[in-house]
């Protein structure tokens, strides 16, 4: 920045010829008194000239380093993608939130409950979001009480001396306005006078994905209904939830893994109003049949998504009717395509999303 120094004179223009020696005996020192006061003056002048611009460049320096970098959450959602850790935890939450009778009698000891996760920190985040999914804000386990405050813990321990100013969401919505879900987060929420920047990624969730050709023309448009939408969303969800081959192997033991298998079967049962008897049926120890098992969840959960889905996308549907009615009347084709068209997009049973915030304070 240029700095000017204004120059200012106190001194005046001489009209008349300079005095003769012996005209003013004063005029001499005077002229010098006054040249002095003029040099003061500009001296003085062009030092809160200066001091001014100082203060700019000062002001200026603070904007620039007070003004929020928008590539931080960028940088920040790379270093959760590719950095990985290992992160120390127990189930045991299991047992004392139990509900369901599974571990009443259980004697297990405190290191049977413990477990080790290692990988990205995207994924542990993914994990833990799966870990907490919830049917109208019920638990349908508790066995990721501790795993996700872990995660939390890691992912603040792994960004110290990067960005302290983080908060981190992890969600899995398998559609829009899922009643069953999972989230989790890491940091504390931004304040609300801060300035923010986001960056969103998305990673496996490690359920079945639901492909388009799936939900092709299962829109039924004569009876406005998403019974038929539904049940591939609920397969994908039941069959994330309990796969078929490590779910088997579980409910054939003898041990805590059987009780944590029958202890989330009748968590999310009772979510969904199905009584499991593990003495006999699906959950029998010498007739396991996980199929079966799931098959009953996928049959309620269905009816719960149809009802999700008939209430977010109401009134679009109406719209579309209406658009569709005035060029094609009654041309139930064209509006189930229409509506599949909003919906299927929405569907994400494979994916979680991860989003970043940064901030300064």
């Known amino acids: 920045m240029a700095l ?15 005095n003769r020696a012996g005209d003013d005996p004063r005029s001499d020192g005077f002229r010098r008194r006054n040249r002095a006061v003029s040099t003061v003056v500009d001296v003085s002048l062009c030092l809160l000239c200066i001091t001014a611009s100082i203060g700019v460049i000062a002001v200026f320096l ?45 004697q297990y000891d405190d290191d049977r409950y413990e477990r080790v996760k290692h990988g990205p920190l995207a994924q542990l985040l993914a994990s833990a979001a799966i870990a907490s999914l919830h049917l109208d804000g019920e638990p349908l386990s508790y066995a990721g009480t501790e795993f996700r ?3 939390d813990v890691s992912v603040g321990s792994e960004l110290i001396g990067a960005n302290d100013n983080v908060h981190v969401l992890a969600t899995w919505e398998p559609y829009e306005d899922a009643s069953i879900r999972g989230e989790t987060v890491a940091g504390d929420r931004p304040p ?40 591939p969303i609920a397969d994908a969800i039941v069959s994330g939830m309990f796969p078929n081959e490590s779910t088997t192997i579980a409910l054939q033991g003898t041990n805590l893994d059987r009780d944590l298998a029958l202890y ?19 959950l029998n120890r010498t007739d396991v049949n996980v199929s079966a098992a799931n098959e009953r969840l996928v049959e309620n959960l269905t009816e719960t998504i149809a009802n999700d889905l008939e209430r ?22 064209a509006v ?6 909003v919906v299927t997009p929405t569907v994400g049973t494979d994916e979680v999303t991860i989003t970043v915030r940064v901030w300064d304070e």
């Open 264 to 282: 989330e079967y009748h968590r999310t049962g009772d979510a969904l109003g199905v009584e499991y008897d593990p003495e006999s049926g699906a």
């Open 62 to 106: 603070a904007e620039d380093l007070d003004r929020h970098d928008p590539q931080i959450a960028d940088e920040t959602a790379q270093t959760i993608a590719t950095s990985t850790t290992t992160v120390e935890y127990s189930i045991q939450s299991v047992e004392r939130h139990d509900d369901t009778g599974v571990f009443d009698d259980a």
């Open 336 to 341: 189930a395509e229409g509506v599949e068209d």
């Open 192 to 231: 609300t006078d801060a300035d923010v920047s986001t960056a969103t990624f998305t990673v496996a969730s490690d359920f079945p994905s639901v492909s388009e050709a799936e939900l092709e023309g299962s829109y039924d448009a004569t009876n406005r209904s998403f019974d038929r939408t539904a049940e």
């Open 149 to 151: 405050e872990a995660v």
């Open 4 to 18: 000017m120094c204004v120059r200012s004179s106190s001194e005046r223009t001489e009209t008349s010829p300079p």
């Open 312 to 333: 977010t996308y109401d009134e679009e549907i109406d719209d579309i009717e209406t658009e569709i009615d005035a060029t094609y009347p009654e041309d139930e084709a």
